[in-house]
């Protein structure tokens, strides 16, 4: 196997309040409540961001932390008002090139995969907890409407080296999730209503951004370069994510 042949697989520890230039021509931001991308220039993106949400070009990606317990009935107006307060400097007050992600989780226990082979290049970030993990299509839905889970309890945020056209994009999404319910599995990770192994929580959102300007991959099902390089960064990003997070419960549950 040569070098060009093997996954280099390194995780970023950014500084709080300090950019991280983790390549790709991105430059990145660990604050106080929030992760912070600026890809440069507007990337290809798809997401279930709570603003900028779906598919289009958006150049800042945000993972914002939020209190327990955090409610609102205009959840993505209350997050734009956060964007133009917070980012004033980006005029971040439009939401027209922001795309903004919750959690309940912790930010700064995320973890931070860069991934690198063959050319292709990945960053992969992961927000983790799973104290509303349910099993999809197992998990009664009555109990999903009695419960007031936390937002965005799973968050995967992935940039891709090269452009993904609008269906390879969908292919992304499938690939990612995939690899999120084998990790849950793998890691034990169940239900607490029906202890059935959880494919997630009841709250997870995502976004893959691919680069435009690039030369294209048309697919990223798990057995393409790209989508492998995607899969094993959430694999890795999730494992470090829940294990920062179940120790913190773990130490948490021995003070009470």
């Known amino acids: 196997m040569t070098p060009e042949d093997q996954t280099t697989v390194e995780y970023l520890l950014p500084e709080p309040g300090r ?23 507007p990337w290809v993106s798809i997401s279930s961001a709570v603003v900028g949400g779906g598919l289009g070009p958006k150049q800042y990606f945000i993972n914002r932390q939020v ?6 009935d205009h959840p993505a107006d209350e997050a734009v008002s956060f964007l133009a307060d917070t980012f004033p400097e980006y005029h971040a007050g439009d939401g027209g090139q922001w795309l903004a992600l919750m959690t309940a989780a ?20 992961v927000s983790a907890g799973v104290s509303n993990a349910c099993a999809a299509g197992i998990t009664p839905h009555c109990l999903l409407d009695a419960a007031t889970p936390d937002p965005g309890t799973i968050n995967i945020m992935a940039f891709l ?27 034990g990770i169940k239900c607490l209503a029906t202890g059935a192994y959880a494919s997630g929580t009841t709250t997870d959102a995502l976004v893959i951004a691919a680069a435009a300007q690039t030369p294209a991959d048309p697919y990223a099902g798990p057995g393409t370069l790209a989508g492998y390089l995607l899969a094993h ?8 994510a829940l294990r920062r997070y179940l120790a913190r419960a773990a130490e948490e549950a021995d003070r009470t």
């Open 161 to 187: 080296s090269h452009a993904l056209p609008p269906g390879a994009l969908v292919n992304a999404v499938q690939t990612a999730t995939e690899a999120k319910t084998q990790t849950l599995r793998e890691l």
């Open 106 to 125: 912790l930010v700064g226990d995320a973890c931070w995969v860069r991934l690198a082979k063959q050319g292709r290049q990945a960053l992969v970030i």
């Open 67 to 72: 209190e327990p317990g955090y409610y609102t």
């Open 233 to 240: 960064g959430v694999r890795q990003g999730l494992s470090q």
């Open 19 to 41: 950019w991280i230039y983790p390549g790709l021509g991105l430059r990145a931001m660990l604050r106080a409540q929030t992760i912070f991308v600026d890809a440069g220039a």
